[in-house]
């Protein structure tokens, strides 16, 4: 049988969270479009579900600033490098590369732990 053991150590003491939507208004004029959200905290974990076309970006810390995981409807999950989720020390910016997928007529949720 084995044992598990689960340890967390938390300087501070304070637990961040910070959670919110995404919608047009975010969105820079500038083509790639840039979202840039300050936490105030530096994330350890990162979650943007785009709630309308069921794609989810996951970032946990330990991994590349600008890699992370992407589930699509499908189920289908794959390690993306291409930087348009990348984390920053107190926050995190997404970079719509192609036609811009976050829109008045989406819902796109986030959150972030830290």
């Known amino acids: 049988m084995a044992i598990l053991k689960n340890t967390q150590f938390n300087m501070s003491g304070i637990a961040h969270r910070a959670n919110g939507t995404l919608s047009a208004e975010d969105v820079d004029v500038d083509f790639p479009a840039v979202i840039t959200k300050t936490l105030g905290f530096a994330p350890k974990y990162i979650r943007v579900v785009h709630v309308t076309d069921r794609i989810i970006h996951e970032w946990f810390?330990?991994?590349e600033v600008g890699d992370y995981i992407e589930e699509v409807a499908a189920g289908d999950k794959t390690l993306e490098t291409d930087d348009l989720l990348s984390?920053?020390?107190?926050?995190?910016?997404?970079?719509?590369?192609?036609?811009?997928t976050i829109s008045d007529d989406d819902l796109t949720v986030w959150e972030a732990f830290g």
């Not at 984390?87 to 811009?100: E, H, K, L, M, Y």
């Open 87 to 100: 984390v920053t020390a107190d926050g995190f910016t997404i970079t719509q590369a192609s036609n811009p």
């Open 61 to 63: 810390e330990g991994m």
